[in-house]
């Protein structure tokens, strides 16, 4: 019998106590979002944001990508 990855991750409590994953307060994200919409007038790169608030720059690009996802289908 083999459990999906997801029912594995609840019961061993994986995304609580794994230190790849990390929580990210909702002030970070927006400001990440604000960053990646205003990068075309400021030049700033993509990785300097991530550097800038301790995030990689994959996390960046798919919270911008989500952002414009549900920006475009409302």
């Known amino acids: 019998y083999r459990q999906s990855a997801s029912a594995t991750a609840s019961r061993y409590r994986l995304l609580e106590t794994s230190p790849a994953v990390k929580a990210v307060c909702r002030v970070?994200?927006?400001?990440?979002?604000?960053?990646?919409?205003?990068?075309?007038?400021?030049?700033?790169?993509?990785?300097?944001?991530?550097?800038?608030l301790n995030l990689s720059v994959s996390c960046v690009y798919r919270w911008y990508a989500r952002s414009r996802d549900s920006a475009t289908s409302e």
């Open 28 to 52: 970070i994200r927006r400001e990440a979002l604000r960053r990646m919409k205003a990068r075309n007038k400021s030049g700033e790169t993509v990785r300097s944001i991530a550097e800038d």
